[in-house]
């Protein structure tokens, strides 16, 4: 019986010790693993706005975009550049969920009038060779200059504007819809997104 509690003791003693340090180690990496994540937003905010001088990720609007299965609020944050006191343009992320091969992270840049300045591609599992071409300047390029009511949104396969990739369809056409998407949840709620910020910040 004295074994079986000498055992009982030290498995406790290892199983505490193990979570202390798992504490410790999590606690150390958290603040690094979060600046390398806004590192990352940034990389892709300067991508898809255009010149700059203030900070986007500090200056962000975040709105319901919907529930997801459980019925929890879908959120979407609003990143807004501006020079000077000027609001010149807005970025916000949107998912394919359709792709070939899985979600599809995406990046959009547009001008406060919803035309788009750039998309930049966050996340992706599509074919190598194929449908990864969404990633490519030639694709990415096509969305500059295009807003929604002035564009077939899209791919030329389906009678629209946008050229899709042979032998790749499902991989750009997927892109096109998540984008237009977003601009069409962005024109639905363009007064609270373009309203000046409250004390210089996020809303």
């Known amino acids: 019986m004295k074994e079986i509690l000498r055992l009982v003791t030290v498995l406790v003693l290892i199983t505490a010790g193990a979570g202390l340090i798992l504490a410790l180690v999590e606690q150390q990496t958290r603040a690094p693993i979060a600046e390398q994540r806004r590192q990352e937003t940034l990389r892709a905010l300067s991508a898809v706005l255009p010149a700059i001088d203030n900070q986007p990720d500090t200056d962000t609007v975040v709105l319901v975009t ?20 000027e609001l010149v343009g807005i970025a916000f992320t949107v998912t394919a969920p359709d792709g070939y091969s899985g979600n599809i992270g995406i990046m959009v840049g547009i001008r406060p009038d919803g035309n788009v300045l750039g998309i930049e591609i966050l996340s992706h599992a599509e074919t190598p060779g194929l449908g990864d071409k969404i990633t490519h300047n030639a694709f990415k390029g096509q969305f500059a200059g295009k807003a929604l009511e002035s564009s077939d949104w899209r791919v030329k396969k389906d009678g629209g504007s946008f050229d899709q990739i042979t032998g790749a ?14 601009l069409e949840f962005y024109a639905a709620h363009r007064d609270t997104l373009v309203a000046p910020a409250v004390n210089g910040g996020g809303q």
């Open 66 to 85: 919907g529930k997801d299965k459980k019925g929890r609020d879908l959120r979407r944050t609003f990143y807004r550049g501006r020079m000077g006191d």
């Open 169 to 182: 369809t499902i991989s750009p056409r997927a892109v096109v819809k998540a984008v237009k998407d977003g």
